[in-house]
């Protein structure tokens, strides 16, 4: 191999693992911005859907960061709560992209 050739494969060794990080990053903020939208549109008439956000009308809904803080809460609780007809809450028959977004959007806000 000549040595230029060596060195193109290191560097393409060292940027590797960085780059792969940074997929997962760039994946997780999609999920994020797809996960807000959904809320906006969705969720924000009756839960205060994250920092900043406008109240709702009522408080009958618990706020999303609540909920994040919850013991209860995990990414399988609430994918299942989403997933399942609610007396109080409107059925959204969510596709899997638009779960996978809220359900990130949600539990982001446990560390806020
Ligand atoms: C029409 C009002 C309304 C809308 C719109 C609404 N919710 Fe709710 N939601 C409620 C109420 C009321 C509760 C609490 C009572 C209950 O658990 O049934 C609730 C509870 C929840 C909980 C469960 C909290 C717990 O105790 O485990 C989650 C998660 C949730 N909502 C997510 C969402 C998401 C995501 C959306 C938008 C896709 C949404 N909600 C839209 C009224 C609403």
């Given at each position: 191999m000549r040595p230029v050739l060596a060195f193109a494969a290191l560097l393409a060794g060292i940027a590797a693992a960085p780059m792969a990080a940074a997929q997962g990053d760039a994946l997780r903020q999609e999920r994020l911005a797809q996960g807000r939208r959904v809320a906006e549109t969705w969720c924000a008439n009756c839960h205060?859907?994250?920092p900043g956000a406008r109240g709702p009308a009522g408080d009958a809904a618990p706020p999303f960061d609540a909920v994040a803080r919850m013991p209860s809460t995990t990414e399988m609780s609430l994918r299942a709560f989403l997933q399942t007809p609610h007396a109080r809450m409107p059925?959204?028959?969510?596709?899997q992209q638009e779960l996978d977004g809220v359900v990130t959007w949600i539990l982001a806000l446990r560390r806020g």
């Open positions: 205060v859907i994250g059925d959204y028959r969510l596709t």
